[in-house]
């Protein structure tokens, strides 16, 4: 008669510990992803990084920080990398060669966490070897 109980109460305990259990499993399941199932958008599943496209941008420096190694285009502002390069007149240069002020043009690609990474910085603009203006007939 005494086994009844006991088996009873130890249903109840093994019912509540599942259920504590996987309460909390069930409530994290809903439309957010733990940090570990996000998927990076600038890594494939091997680790390897993605080749993201690079954007262009265009305008008059506004201001670098050497040693935070950012540069600042108007209002947006740039990180440089070890992958950064730099040119002036299609020669190589470095961050401490840009005058505020002066137009650049640049490409750049976006960071998971919002960054704007410069690529290639091209000080007085990046020179072509057509104009792209129409000759007029004289």
Do not use: H, W
């Not at 093994?14 to 499993?25: F, H, K, N, S």
């Amino acid at each position: 008669m005494m086994l009844k109980p006991v088996i009873r109460i130890g249903a109840a305990a093994l019912l509540a510990a599942v259920m504590t259990g996987t309460l909390p499993q069930l409530c994290a399941q809903g439309t957010n992803k733990s940090v570990a199932e996000k998927k990076s958008p600038m890594r494939t599943k091997e680790g390897e990084p993605t080749r993201q496209r690079k954007l262009p941008y265009a305008g008059n420096l506004t201001a670098i920080g050497k040693t935070a190694k950012t540069f600042t285009v108007g209002k947006r502002v740039f990180d440089v990398c070890s992958d950064t390069r730099f040119f002036r007149a299609e020669k190589p240069a470095v961050i401490g060669d840009g005058v505020p002020g002066e137009y650049l043009t640049l490409s750049y690609v976006k960071s998971e966490d919002g960054n704007f990474i410069a690529q290639n910085v091209y000080f007085g603009g990046k020179k072509t070897g057509t104009s792209g203006k129409k000759q007029q007939d004289k």
